[in-house]
């Protein structure tokens, strides 16, 4: 007897999804499996990113928007940053990374190159990001610093340098080429504000309680950091950052930044927020005593007011009623004034401090002129500084309190070029967006450089951006500011020389257009009969040249063209 096969197509993608939901509770099943043992077999720090992971991998299965939440997320992340060492960390190492490491921020940027790459379009946009040259100005300047590695006395400690440099190039150019709309714009400066605003409630609390509020588990110190006083010491706040100078370079970058909004940007509640969060992140540098921070806040957010006047964005009645308000505010808060600038500027230890540091720039200009080339090592100037130390510093085994200092000591003229290079071209092109009509990315660029001048300001007392948070800010702000000189270009910047070659250009060529036109209309007779005067049309189109405006797919931008009569390809204006 025959068996007769009484499958169909149906029964068999039926079984075929049965399997492969089976196949997938299995897998599921182990990686539960897998997550439980090592949960628990670890720490606090394990169990915690193994939660995180697991709620962000849900999170985004769930969403639609996965590419704005994922980057909102990124931002997010430097609040509660947690590190994962993959060699021995050399203690006492404060001017750089002490091992090479792994942090969840570095993990999220994963997640959102793997995003992007899904979304297909990842190598399409490099592509095109890469035409710009500014994307290749910092890694021209890392590879300026890698040259020190050549002398450095301890190879891991650059190695571990130049690996977090690679991060922050990666976030940069994650930042640079993928944002392309407004709305990615306005979830990174959101989620940076509420960074800041994480700071100031921590920091607040730890005033209030003179405790870390069980922070301990993300790598900061157990107990308030201290300021010597005459009459003792004093417990500084340092929010979930490793250091309050840290944390007070952070707030106050994101506190310039939001002024610059708060002066450019639209829309009467846009304003008053970003005012407002201004105003929020002074109170931590207060209540932590940052002095670098604070002062370099205080400088740039005059020069914002100031070029807003000078702009008319700010009326003149404005100012006036600030500084009236600011001069009624001091008579009630002097004491208070009074006793932060005492605690900060008037006691015995300050001017311990500030000979201190004057020692060190000493070793780190002898350094330097020791090494004038490639200096003595990226990341080790901790570690080989004792040799320079003739007479015994007071503040010995620190490093420089001075960034530019530090990287002319550490890697010579090439990497401090490198250095100032990479500076002066994100300035350029934040200078160019700031310029632009469009109120969102104008106030984009302005922020831009007034973070620029802020750390140029503050890093000449310390070593902020040496740093994890710090450093992922200005690179998170550096990149929005390219992609916005991208999109912007929709918007271009006229000045008053542009507008009136454009109409003078714009009127001849009307005008030869129209004799032109008339002239063909004429010639029409004798080109049909083949006239001896076809020749003379030809002549007399000869020069002429029509102005039109166009969209570049390639680089995703309209500009204003010209091209000749006879010419293939037209010219940009």
């Not at 897998?27 to 499996?33: L, N, R």
């Not at 985004?60 to 997010?76: C, F, I, N, S």
């Not at 021995?88 to 992007?116: H, N, Q």
């Not at 004799?515 to 029409?524: E, H, R």
Request: glycine share 10%.
């Amino acid at each position: 007897m025959s068996t007769v096969d009484r499958s169909t197509p149906g029964n068999e993608s039926s079984a075929l999804r049965i399997a492969g939901q089976a196949a997938g509770l299995t897998a599921g099943a182990c990686v539960a499996a897998a997550i439980g043992v090592l949960a628990a077999h670890g720490g606090l720090k394990l169990i915690v990113a193994l939660l995180g992971c697991t709620g962000l991998v849900t999170v985004l299965a769930l969403t639609k928007q996965r590419t704005l939440l994922a980057t909102g997320g990124l931002v997010l992340s430097m609040s509660l940053l947690q590190h994962k060492s993959f060699t021995a960390i050399t203690p006492d190492i404060s001017g750089g990374p002490p091992s090479i490491y792994l942090t969840t921020f570095d993990v999220m940027l994963v997640v959102l190159f793997g995003l992007w790459c899904l979304e297909g379009t990842m190598l399409r946009d490099l592509q095109v990001a890469f035409r710009r040259p500014i994307l290749w100005v910092p890694a021209i300047a890392g590879l300026m610093m890698t040259f020190s590695v050549l002398v450095a006395k301890d190879a891991g400690m650059a190695a571990a340098e130049i690996n977090r440099m690679f991060w922050t190039y990666l976030l940069f150019v994650y930042f640079a080429a993928r944002v392309r709309s407004r709305a990615q714009v306005m979830v990174t400066l959101v989620s940076l504000a509420i960074v800041g605003v994480v700071q100031f409630f921590v920091v607040l609390l730890q005033w209030k309680t003179g405790g870390v509020l069980g922070l301990s588990f993300l790598g900061v110190p157990t107990e308030l950091g201290e300021r010597t006083l005459d009459a003792g010491q004093l417990g500084r706040p340092f929010g979930t950052i490793t250091h309050p100078t840290f944390m007070g370079a952070l707030v106050a970058a994101i506190g310039v930044i939001a002024l610059a909004f708060g002066i450019h940007a639209t829309g009467r509640r846009l304003r008053l927020a970003a005012v407002g969060l201004s105003g929020i992140c002074v109170i931590p540098m207060v209540i932590a005593n940052t002095r670098a921070a604070a002062v370099a806040f205080a400088a740039i957010s005059a020069i914002l007011v100031l070029d807003g006047v000078r702009r008319r964005v700010v009326p003149m009645r404005v100012l006036v009623a600030i500084l009236f308000a600011g001069a009624i505010a001091i008579v009630p808060l002097w004491p208070h004034i009074q006793t932060k600038f005492d605690e900060n500027f008037s006691t015995a230890h300050y001017n311990l401090e500030v000979n201190s540091r004057l020692e060190l720039n000493r070793v780190a200009v002898d350094m330097f002129l020791d090494s004038p080339l490639v200096g003595t090592g990226l990341n080790n100037f901790q570690l080989v500084m004792d040799h320079w130390d003739r007479y015994g510093l007071i503040f010995g085994g620190n490093p420089v309190h001075n960034l530019f200092l530090l990287q002319l000591a550490e890697t010579g003229i090439a990497g401090f070029a490198g250095l100032a290079i990479t500076w002066i071209a994100l300035a350029i092109v934040a200078l160019r967006l700031a310029r632009t009509r469009d109120p969102l990315m104008r106030a984009v660029g302005v922020g831009a450089l007034a973070m620029y001048g802020f750390y140029f300001l503050e890093e000449q007392l310390g070593f902020a951006l040496r740093h994890d948070v710090p450093r992922s800010t200005f690179w998170i702000v550096a990149g929005l500011t390219v992609s916005c000189s991208t999109m912007s270009r929709a918007f271009p910047v006229r000045t008053k020389a542009q507008a009136r070659f454009i109409r003078t250009e714009a009127g001849g060529a009307w005008k030869k257009q129209t004799l032109a036109g008339m002239l063909m209309l004429a010639l029409i007779p004798a080109a049909t009969f083949g006239g001896p005067l076809s020749s003379a049309a030809s002549a007399s189109t000869e020069g002429l040249h029509i102005v039109f405006t166009a969209f570049d797919r390639n680089s995703n931008h309209q500009a204003i063209y010209t091209q000749r009569v006879g010419e293939t390809s037209p010219r940009r204006i």
